[in-house]
């Protein structure tokens, strides 16, 4: 689920960030009661995964 929502994230924004962004990478952050306590490293969709959420997107737009 966290990959699927980092694809269509990726999909959606790559090339059209302010300011020339480029995404490198995504972090979820776990926060406790306001207060930061883990993290996770997600990096960029492989080219399959992306693809993958490119055919599904494309089906529930049309």
């Known amino acids: 689920m966290i990959q699927d929502s980092i694809c269509e994230h990726y999909q959606q924004y790559e090339g059209s960030l302010p300011y020339d962004g480029v995404i490198k990478g995504y972090r979820l952050t776990i926060e406790q009661n306001n207060h930061v ?20 997107m494309k089906s529930i737009i049309i």
């Open 37 to 56: 306590v883990d993290h996770a490293d997600y990096g960029l969709p492989k080219i399959q995964q992306y693809l993958k959420c490119c055919e599904y």
